[in-house]
């Protein structure tokens, strides 16, 4: 091949200017089809062409990535954990930390996607930027992790909103006896009804996560103003400085660093508009946009919202052992008075985790889908096959909605099974997180050329992406901590065990099935890529 027909991608890599040409390194995609449509394509593994349609603008795709993440309602759903490890100053004072350290995340993340905008995200910017010699491990490992991560995310927010739906139904009806298997009905039932808008109701998925952005906003103000005006005061000694360490800690150190990552689990799954990307318009501008602002939204009201709790707390001891199993309700209760009012305010909350696990199905069936596309799924020309009709991946989509479905029948055996599945979310997340910003944090130091898309950080990437990284490192150290000691088989904390069982897993299917056949996203690029580093 003759040098004049080499040219840099933006990480530096040598490869042939006509796959350079396949990925815009300042605008994603290269356009193809021209007209009004907005249809983009991509090359896979075998050449195949896949169509996607751009539907969302800056707007829609915000509104999608704040409802996605809705933090002051995951606030809301899971604070009770750092009431009795950290106690309130865990809860403000981390929030505070999560913030900062997951925009650091979030400012990174949105530097790569400036860069090279595709549904596959961490694990497409860790195949450009790793090593030649270990390119090809790399991605595998980081593109299954994240699918790992994410269909764990999506199945605890299935989880989130059939349990919630079980605790009002405990609130209208004291007699009402609860059963496993109802929650794992009720997951199925949100399930089918996600599965369905993402399929048959697609084009209308940028207006309703439009709604849904309305309803964050404005429900949290509802939720809010009563609780304010009617509630019990708590002193602000109370809510900024104390500190409570009831679960056998004899550090309050860690148990404030375990209160912390209450707040932590709020802010976490921020990416989900980078897995939308090709199906967004002007993605190298608008993706970093939306991460920095998605945070700056829902760390407010997230932070807000946990001020407003411990202000209007009330009785500790009573929210925390309300038999509906979620002291937000609890505490709407103790503050209305009203069992109707409690059910309507509960109810705010739950429909806008309902229409985030909408879009979470979306988001995490397109990471699927870009996987597939590249070769790393079992069967993946089945999964990365486009529907020609509705220009979805709708086999992804299903695929997605089957595991959430089977993984819920493990709640009628034991919720702490699924619980311990569940776990990984947080742990596996942040190293899918991490993954890139090391490697792109390598490229810095050692001064190697990186052609940069319309965002970036300039002089300051050096330090956020330290700062980014030694967040996500204390992140994934504490995650695994047990929740309480001493331990045992029923409060054990299983993210650590199943995610090293995950990790096996992997390395043996790479072992398998990957090693010498796998190369990663845009195979013809990255074999030249290996070819010319060598």
């Known amino acids: 091949m003759s040098q004049d027909s080499i040219e840099m991608t933006p990480f530096g890599t040598r490869v042939p200017r006509q796959y350079v040409q396949e990925i815009q390194p300042n605008s994603g995609l290269k356009q193809r089809d021209g007209g009004s449509n907005g249809m983009i394509g991509s090359a896979s593994n075998t050449g195949a062409r896949y169509q996607m349609e751009r539907k969302f603008g800056s707007l829609s795709i915000l509104a999608l990535s704040i409802t996605l993440l809705a933090s002051w309602e995951s606030i809301a759903s899971g604070f009770s954990e750092g009431l009795t490890n950290g106690g309130p100053a865990a809860l403000v004072w981390g929030m505070l930390l999560s913030i900062s350290g997951t925009m650091a995340l979030a400012m990174s993340l949105g530097e790569l996607a400036s860069i090279c905008p595709l549904a596959g995200a961490q694990y497409h910017w860790t195949a450009l930027l790793a090593p030649p010699k270990i390119r090809a491990f790399c991605t595998w490992m980081q593109g299954w992790i994240t699918v790992f991560a994410w269909q764990a995310a999506g199945t605890s927010i299935c989880f989130l909103v059939a349990t919630q739906i079980q605790g009002l139904m405990i609130l209208n009806y004291p007699d009402y006896v609860y059963e496993r298997w109802h929650g794992t009905l009720l997951m199925w039932a949100v399930m089918l009804v996600s599965l369905a808008i993402n399929i048959f109701a697609v084009r209308s998925l940028p207006l309703l996560q439009l709604c849904g952005g309305i309803m964050h906003i404005a429900f949290f103000i509802v939720l809010v103003v009563p609780l304010v005006l009617l509630s019990p005061r708590s002193t602000s000694k109370f809510v900024f400085t104390q500190l409570l ?14 209160g912390m990552l209450t707040v932590t689990y709020s802010l976490t799954g921020f990416d989900g508009a980078l897995h939308m990307s090709e199906e967004v318009r002007n993605p190298a501008k608008v993706i970093p946009r939306i991460l920095i602002q998605t945070i700056a939204i829902n760390g407010t009201l997230a932070f807000a919202f946990i001020l407003v709790l411990l202000y209007c707390i009330g009785d500790v001891d009573t929210v925390m052992s309300t038999p509906t199993g979620y002291p937000i309700i609890a505490i709407l209760y103790q ?4 069992v109707r009012a409690a059910t309507a305010m509960q109810a705010a909350i739950t429909s806008v985790g309902f229409v985030s696990n909408i879009a979470f199905l979306a988001s995490v069936s397109r990471l699927t889908w870009a996987f597939a596309r590249d070769g790393g799924l079992p069967y993946s020309k089945f999964f990365a096959k486009v529907d020609g009709k509705y220009h979805i991946p709708f086999r992804s989509i299903c695929l997605v909605s089957v595991i959430t479905m089977v993984l819920s029948l493990i709640n009628i055996a034991s919720t702490t099974a699924l619980e311990a599945i569940l776990a990984l979310t947080t742990s596996s997340i942040y190293v899918s997180y991490t993954i890139p910003v090391v490697l792109m944090l390598r490229k810095r ?3 190697e050329p990186i052609t940069f898309g319309p965002w970036t950080m300039g002089r300051w990437g050096l330090a956020v992406n330290l700062y980014a990284i030694v967040y996500a490192i204390f992140v994934c150290i504490f995650v695994i901590f047990p929740t309480e000691v001493p331990v045992s088989a029923t409060n054990m904390n299983y993210s650590g065990p199943v995610f090293l069982g995950v990790l096996l897993f992997l390395i043996c299917d790479w072992l398998v099935r990957g090693r010498g056949r796998y190369i990663g996203p845009l ?6 890529a290996a070819q010319t580093d060598r």
């Open 335 to 338: 503050t209305t008075g009203s």
């Open 523 to 528: 195979k013809e690029l990255i074999q030249q």
């Open 245 to 258: 360490n009831e679960n056998g800690w004899k550090s309050n150190g860690v148990a404030w660093c375990l």
């Open 445 to 447: 130091l050692l001064h």
